[in-house]
């Protein structure tokens, strides 16, 4: 008698001789990107070091293309972004140590984007693991211990034998939700030992689904039907999901209004007479949130920044669907559902009634014309202009990634992203120098769109060594740096708070000069030519800077009073 699970799958005769008879020469290295090969992976970015020298080795005999970057963190962003994009596990390729290290920021901001990332580090020689002091160059006492607060998971690696099952075991992790970065780890002399391992060929994997209990998604349909007041905040998880068509469906069906959390940009129609938009740093929109008496949060884990710095207190009864266990309730009580985004909207969908509000979109009109009344009474002309030449000189499918920048905190509030999945920031873990890496990340992953950085001068000293990047690869990014002299965010919080500012000014190089240096095409703009040498530079192919002179401010918060 043979049951399903005694089932195997027969090698074909090419796998037999190829098993029998591997070619010469193949390392530890070679295991690693004939996995990531078998696991679908066809681009890797990274930074070579002493340590992993096998792995790099291994790159030349494969048909994986490498994005090689300048500086590790950056690296982590590239990935990050080409994550984000496809909705695939980006190989990061890193060395030891200093170089492993590196890659931490970015890796934060992975985790907290739920940006699936697949990081393979070197690590000292096997004799040296387990925490005794050799003196090996890059040691650690414990190297995967700098990781496990940051990452997913972590894996370590002592043979070779075990480095298919080690990626693919993390390769499913990183892609199981939420999505997120992970860590292998594999010594030095496992990566150029010479392999009598068969060549990987195969390499399935199969993420686990996280569906809803029916249970609970039969009481929240319950009360979104009976609701006299309904409202929806719709974070990133229903970007990651690919949820946004179902998110419109359920919002028309129970005629909720909808308004998306910065991470979330994109989810639902920005005009669309529901849309609240993603005004969440106004009191107006805080009020409304709170006056709902059944409000629905989908993918959100309503943080920091979603909850108008924690002073949103909803008076009615909430319901969260979050994938990511830690975050479910984490904030306020609520109906808790543990459940990718999408297959719990689509459960709310097949059994909620029908509800009518002919109403609602006049509530959300009144909404939106008090938060334009209270940005219209503060004098910002000038900042709204530049977003919304941003905006007309970016196609509407092109994606954007944006640095922690004065521009880029207006546009989470005030940008229309058009669609799910492009409009991007490091808003997650906060750490400059996101922007431009991320970009290129995207354009590796995508070159039939061109894709806009946007960053502030602080933040571009952080990645401009990646120019040689991008003119190295000829990746069509186009980089906005708004040159405010200093770290301007930094300058109007400490002036407000003190008085005046302290660490905030910086001297810097002269961008277009410098983009030229590296054979990118610079040009500096003023807020009246901005959109049309934006929309220039976008249209031309291959990488260019636009450096905007400007000093920007912020619209007045409503989380102090």
């Known amino acids: 008698m043979t049951h399903d699970h005694d089932l195997v799958l027969r090698p074909t005769a090419a796998q037999t001789e190829a098993a029998l008879n591997p070619p010469p020469g193949r390392n530890g290295g070679d295991l690693v990107v004939e996995t990531l090969a078998g696991l679908g992976a066809t681009t890797v970015f990274g930074l070579p070091g002493q340590h992993a020298l096998g792995?790099?080795?291994?790159?030349?005999?494969?048909?994986?293309?490498?994005?090689?970057?300048?500086?590790?963190?950056?690296?982590?962003?590239?990935a990050d972004a080409y994550g984000r994009v496809t909705g695939e596990a980006a190989p990061l390729l890193l060395s030891t140590g200093p170089g492993a290290l590196t890659s931490l920021a970015a890796l934060q901001e992975a985790r907290a984007a739920s940006a699936p990332v697949l990081a393979?580090?070197?690590?000292?020689?096997?004799?040296?693991?387990?925490?005794?002091?050799?003196?090996?160059?890059?040691?650690?006492?414990?190297?995967?211990?700098?990781?496990r607060g940051v990452v997913k998971s972590v894996h370590t690696v002592r043979t070779q034998s075990q480095i298919p099952s080690a990626i693919a075991e993390a390769w499913t992790s990183a892609l199981t939700v939420p999505h997120g970065p992970v860590w292998v780890e594999i010594p030095q002399d496992v990566l150029l030992a010479e392999t009598p391992i068969p060549v990987v060929t195969g390499g399935d994997t199969f993420p686990e689904e996280l569906p809803p209990r029916p249970e609970l998604t039969a009481v929240a349909a319950d009360l979104l039907a009976r609701a006299e007041r309904p409202?929806?905040?719709?974070?990133?998880?229903?970007?990651?999901?690919?949820?946004?068509?179902?998110?419109?469906?359920?919002?028309?069906?129970?005629?909720?209004?909808?308004?998306?959390?910065?991470?979330?940009?994109?989810?639902?129609?920005?005009?669309?007479p529901l849309s609240l938009q993603s005004w969440l740093e106004d009191r107006h929109t805080t009020d409304f949130l709170e006056d709902a008496d059944v409000l629905l949060v989908v993918g959100s884990g309503l943080g920091e920044l979603s909850s108008n710095y924690h002073t949103f207190k909803?008076?009615?009864?909430?319901?969260?669907?979050?994938?990511?266990?830690?975050?479910?309730?984490?904030?306020?009580?609520?109906?808790?559902?543990?459940?990718?985004?999408?297959?719990?909207?689509?459960?709310?969908?097949e059994t909620v009634g029908e509800r009518t509000d002919p109403g609602a979109p006049e509530r959300v009109r009144a909404v939106l014309d008090k938060v334009r009344e209270r940005i219209a009474s503060q004098e910002l002309t000038l900042e709204q202009?530049?977003?919304?030449?941003?905006?007309?000189?970016?196609?509407?499918?092109?994606?954007?990634?944006?640095?922690?920048?004065?521009?880029?905190?207006?546009?989470?509030?005030?940008?229309d992203a058009k669609a799910p999945n492009t409009m991007h920031s490091a808003q997650g873990a906060g750490g400059l120098g996101y922007g431009f890496p991320a970009a290129l990340g995207a354009a590796a992953a995508d070159p039939t769109h061109p894709v806009l950085a946007v960053s502030g001068d602080g933040g571009a000293l952080y990645s401009i060594a990646e120019l040689a990047t991008a003119r190295q690869?000829?990746?069509?990014?186009?980089?906005?740096?708004?040159?405010?002299?200093?770290?301007?965010?930094?300058r109007e919080y400490m002036t407000d708070?003190?008085?005046?500012?302290?660490?905030?000014?910086?001297?810097?190089?002269?961008?277009?000069?410098?983009?030229?240096?590296?054979?990118?095409?610079?040009?500096?703009?003023s807020p009246e030519t901005l959109e049309t040498d934006l929309a220039k530079a976008l249209a031309a192919p291959g990488p260019s800077v636009v450096v905007l002179p400007a000093v920007l401010r912020m619209f007045a918060p409503t989380h102090l009073g």
């Open 55 to 78: 792995m790099f080795d291994a790159l030349r005999r494969s048909d994986l293309r490498y994005i090689g970057l300048r500086v590790e963190n950056n690296a982590g962003f590239a």
């Open 120 to 147: 393979i580090s070197s690590q000292v020689p096997t004799a040296g693991l387990g925490g005794g002091r050799h003196g090996y160059l890059h040691e650690l006492p414990d190297q995967a211990a700098s990781f």
């Open 231 to 272: 409202a929806i905040i719709a974070g990133g998880g229903v970007v990651r999901a690919d949820a946004s068509k179902k998110l419109r469906q359920l919002a028309e069906r129970v005629q909720a209004p909808v308004v998306t959390t910065f991470g979330g940009k994109g989810a639902f129609p920005w005009t669309h």
């Open 314 to 349: 909803p008076r009615g009864r909430v319901i969260q669907i979050e994938a990511d266990l830690g975050k479910l309730e984490s904030n306020h009580p609520a109906l808790g559902i543990h459940a990718d985004a999408r297959l719990a909207l689509q459960a709310l969908l």
């Open 385 to 415: 202009d530049v977003l919304a030449a941003v905006r007309g000189a970016l196609p509407p499918s092109a994606p954007s990634f944006w640095d922690m920048t004065i521009l880029a905190y207006w546009a989470w509030s005030a940008f």
């Open 473 to 490: 690869y000829d990746l069509n990014v186009t980089w906005l740096i708004v040159d405010d002299g200093g770290y301007g965010i930094l």
């Open 497 to 525: 708070a003190f008085g005046e500012p302290t660490a905030t000014e910086l001297t810097r190089p002269d961008y277009v000069a410098l983009a030229e240096s590296f054979g990118v095409p610079g040009v500096r703009t």
